[in-house]
């Protein structure tokens, strides 16, 4: 291997959400597969410094790293994929861009130049872009430039892509371009155009794409990709066909069908081979091929959008290949659960799942929820907001204190069992100030997290500011809930257990940020397989 660093752009044309994110990790996997350390970043256009902010119906769930940045959820199939932790360094947003100029600019960095786009964002970018690389940790940077060719938020980001090409030089970075063919059903034939005008659209900003990626419900025949290759500027061997897939799984190996590794590893002027891809294909095998089926239920406020709990989602599919089960996930709207219709929404379940989110919409529906399927002994996971919920239920029905809320919701409740944390009493601004990023559990023997984890000490990461409130653990406790893990530094809870349940477990982190192929969660893996048990018991 060369000592310098690769670099590829992984730009997109015409619509948005073609699919960049899986083909940059799809490729990513590919290239580890033969070797090369690969990393991959985002690049997002938006003016936010974070999607931290962001409903989630505006952008799909926000991921979050070990450090504690607040990112795209394209962060997550990267990580799914490589099995590799990003970082801050991985996503960055034209908010964060601006922000850093600025500051330079207050204290007088540019000795009193006027500061423009060109060079002095572009410069921030190309720094941002190539951080990764100067680290000496990667073989190979993937840069995926988010929105579409043509935007004018991502002019910046095009320009940054010109100058860093021309200052890597021949061999050292390349440009692939994501586009859509589509098939006219009354014509009944594929339509280049759309192609042609997004590959002229991004030579008018001076780069030309090496690679083009060609998004298709149908097989591309041969004298397509001649025409395009004609009128692309693009070799024909570098036309690569990205056909609609059963799940998102299977595109490495569609890709690799396409050669699209032997074509970048050619135009990088580096060694391919054939990739190691055995423990991929042995979970795609156990993931297509169940022996078993369950459905479990999920129960949320954004379940429309199902980029809204992605990370959740995806780690059923590796929880559920990790036992050959098909799992189902059926999504509930806590908004409309009520005492009248929850068995009816419910009963058939094989376990529920009540998900993270923020404020007071739909909080009863889920807390109604908690209580039939403690109730009923159906097994049931909580996330964040969930474990906080199957407190606030406990506390209501079991111990009597009828007002018992989360500050959250009920900033006067008499008893505040959830309560914010008293260094995030005093924060008055909302972006990038929960807690964050992975902090340290210290897991109790006897409990069925330990027998999850193996372990007593583990890390998982975080997204709240409320927390249980320990002035009444021992009141809890003794009525028969169980806190189980906490933070052996701030003493605060972290999961909680009902014993008297076959499977009832409440944690204040996020584990679905953790899951990937090569690694499912053990405690999705564990409450997939309590699922499967009870729903043979049915």
Request: net charge negative.
């Amino acid at each position: 291997m060369t000592p310098e660093t690769k670099y590829i752009f992984v730009t997109g044309g015409v619509t948005s959400s073609l699919g960049k994110g899986i083909i940059a990790a799809s490729l990513a996997k590919l290239l580890q597969a033969q070797g090369y350390r690969t990393t991959i970043q985002k690049l997002d256009p938006y003016i936010n410094v974070d999607p931290g902010t962001l409903n989630p119906y505006e952008h799909g769930e926000c991921y979050v790293t070990d450090d504690g940045a607040e990112t795209d959820l394209d962060l997550g199939h990267y990580e799914r994929f490589l099995n590799v932790p990003t970082s801050q360094a991985n996503n960055v947003t034209t908010g964060r861009i601006y922000q850093s100029v600025i500051n330079r600019e207050r204290k007088g960095e540019f000795l009193g130049k006027t500061v423009q786009v060109i060079p002095h964002i572009t410069d921030e970018i190309k720094n941002r872009i190539q951080i990764l690389g100067n680290s000496g940790d990667y073989d190979i940077v993937i840069t995926e430039i988010g929105g579409t060719v043509g935007d004018i938020e991502s002019l910046p980001y095009i320009e940054a892509v010109r100058q860093l090409k021309w200052d890597l030089g021949d061999n050292n970075a390349l440009v692939i371009h994501l586009t859509l063919i589509p098939y006219l059903t009354a014509a009944g034939e594929l339509k280049t155009k759309p192609t042609q005008h997004s590959v002229k659209t991004l030579m008018e900003s001076g780069v030309q794409a090496d690679i083009l990626v060609c998004r298709t419900e149908h097989e591309l025949p041969s004298d397509l990709k001649r025409k395009l290759a004609l009128f692309c500027n693009v070799r024909e061997e570098a036309i690569i066909q990205s056909i609609d897939a059963s799940t998102i799984y299977d595109v490495p190996n569609l890709m690799l069908e396409e050669q699209l590794d032997k074509v970048v590893l050619k135009k990088l002027a580096l060694h391919s081979d054939v990739p190691d891809l055995t423990r991929w294909n042995q979970f795609l095998k156990r993931h297509k091929n169940p022996k078993s089926e369950i459905t479990i239920g999920l129960i949320g406020k954004y379940v429309e959008l199902q980029d809204s709990y992605k990370s959740i989602l995806e780690s059923f599919i590796h929880a559920g290949a990790e036992n050959e089960v098909k799992v189902n996930v059926e999504s509930v709207h806590s908004e409309y659960l009520n005492e009248d219709n929850i068995k009816m929404k419910l009963s058939h379940l094989d376990g529920v799942l009540v998900a993270p989110g923020f404020g007071e919409r739909g909080i009863e529906g889920k807390i109604d929820a908690i209580r039939f399927v403690r109730e009923n002994n159906i097994p049931f996971l909580g996330i964040c907001l969930g474990m906080q919920m199957a407190v606030i239920e406990f506390c209501r029905n079991v111990l009597g204190l009828e007002d018992a809320n989360s500050t959250e919701m009920n900033p006067k409740t008499k008893h505040p069992v959830i309560d914010i944390m008293e260094d995030q009493k005093s924060i008055t601004e909302m972006g990038g100030t929960m807690r964050l990023g992975a902090w340290d559990c210290h897991i109790e023997k006897d409990s069925i997290a330990y027998k999850v984890y193996q372990s007593q000490d583990i890390k998982e990461r975080h997204r709240h500011r409320y927390e249980f409130n320990s002035n009444y653990k021992d009141q809890i406790e003794a009525a028969g809930l169980k806190a189980t893990g906490y933070n052996p530094e701030t003493k605060l809870v972290e999961i909680i257990e009902n014993p008297a349940h076959p499977w009832f477990v409440g944690v204040q982190y996020h584990p679905e940020y953790k899951s990937t192929v090569a690694n499912p969660h053990p405690l999705f893996v564990a409450f997939v397989k309590a699922s499967l048990k009870h729903s043979n018991k049915k």
